[in-house]
């Protein structure tokens, strides 16, 4: 399976170059893979709507601080590549934040897999947190769910796994990562040159599955829900990765740093 690498968001948060240098300026990385069956598009980024009406990504934004590009949603990067957004017949989100989910509207006949907590987190906010994280106008259209919530009996590198996703091929295997949200997911694909585990927001910069600098530390404690589950996944990536003897290559959705390997410059 040919596997696209996109960039469907740049943000640029307010007081990171004071407090968190290493996140002063953050993609989100998505996935498209050339399936047999149609196009599956890993994360759906921001969306065309959200380019054109910042609001829609909630008061957040005041310190995410996104830009607005009108080439830069999923379906305008598609179509860039010469398909259809029709073409997308899946959408596999990590979680649902503003940030990977925004782009569901541009595909409103696609099936979306995420896992069953993360979708209710989404439907039925139960804190401030979560009710300015899951923006309500990113799921109007009412998107095709597809959830899940147990896993299977065999495992991944030593990990939980889901895997014969309905409609999917077998070389993509979801992974449980909770803790940023309460339902985040990793996604596993196997390219036929080894395994890429898109890992969404559960590290921020690949520094983190060794050491996390001081200032990413801090900002874990803000951004993930419950932050000793979200640092027991990084460990568990951690051994996954030194488990797979090289045949795993992690990536996250808004690691800089990947960005310059991927596309060969800086944000």
Not at 38 to 51: E, N, W
Request: glycine share 8%; proline share 6%; charged share 25%.
């Amino acid at each position: 399976m040919k596997v696209h690498y996109l960039n469907c968001g740049t943000m640029y948060p307010r007081f990171a170059p004071i407090f968190a240098p290493h996140l002063s300026r953050v993609p989100s990385l998505c996935m498209l893979i050339e399936a047999p069956r149609g196009l599956v598009l890993v994360d759906a980024g921001f969306g065309t709507r959200d380019m054109a009406n910042l609001h829609r990504l909630g008061l957040a934004n005041l310190l995410l601080n996104a830009q607005a590009d009108p080439l830069i949603p999923a379906l305008r990067q598609v179509e860039r590549l010469g398909f259809k957004g029709s073409d997308v017949t899946d959408i596999i989100c990590t979680h649902l934040d503003r940030d990977h989910a925004g782009g569901l509207p541009d595909f409103p006949d696609a099936r979306v897999h995420v896992m069953r907590v993360e979708r209710d987190a989404a439907s039925h906010p139960q804190t401030f947190m979560e009710r300015e994280r899951y923006r309500k106008c990113h799921f109007e259209h009412g998107p095709k769910w597809v959830t899940y919530e147990e896993a299977t009996a065999e495992r991944w590198y030593g990990m939980e796994c889901i895997r014969d996703v309905p409609g999917l091929p077998p070389e993509i295997v979801l992974v449980p990562l909770h803790g940023h949200t309460r339902g985040h997911c990793g996604v596993a694909v196997d390219t036929g040159k080894g395994w890429v585990l898109h890992c969404g927001d559960a590290y921020y910069i690949k520094r983190e599955l060794a050491k996390a600098p001081v200032d990413v530390r801090g900002f874990r404690h803000m951004a993930h829900l419950n932050h000793a589950k979200a640092v027991g996944v990084v460990r568990q990536i951690r051994d996954a990765v030194q488990a797979s003897d090289g045949a795993v290559t992690t990536i996250a959705a808004h690691d800089r740093s990947e960005y310059q390997r991927l596309f060969g410059r800086d944000l």
